[in-house]
Nanobody
């Protein structure tokens, strides 16, 4: 079983950048497909993107392409979510997730492991 802990959230002005980190313990992340979800107040949890354990290729939802990137650091056993040109609508709690399957999915219940989340607030 893998444990996930997010960090790096905070308050940033619109147009700024944040880099979220997800640190794993218990197992090496190279054994898992990893991803990020976010949940804004009063809204359902939304898939952000994922990185496959088989190909290490990344999939992002279309609305975030060009602004967000996902990468993993095998040596540090971490996953990163780089967020640029942030907008107020990006305000949410961001969750790191992992699953054993090689497939990246947008369905929350399909992910086996979740971190507790980190708050990102973008001011206008």
């Amino acid at each position: 079983q893998v444990q996930l802990v997010e960090s790096g959230g905070g308050l940033v002005q619109a147009g700024g950048s944040l880099r979220l980190s997800c640190a794993a313990s218990g197992h090496t992340l190279s054994r898992y497909t990893v991803g990020w979800f976010r949940q804004a107040p009063g809204k359902e949890r939304e898939f952000v993107g994922g990185n496959s354990r088989s190909t290490f290729s990344t999939s992002l939802i279309d609305s975030l392409k060009g602004r967000f990137t996902i990468s993993r650091d095998i040596a540090e056993n971490k996953v990163w979510l780089q967020m640029n040109f942030l907008k107020p609508e990006d305000t949410a709690v961001y969750y790191c997730v992992a699953r054993s399957s090689t497939v990246i999915t947008e369905i929350p219940v399909s992910w086996d492991y979740w971190g507790r989340g980190t708050q990102v607030t973008v001011s206008s």
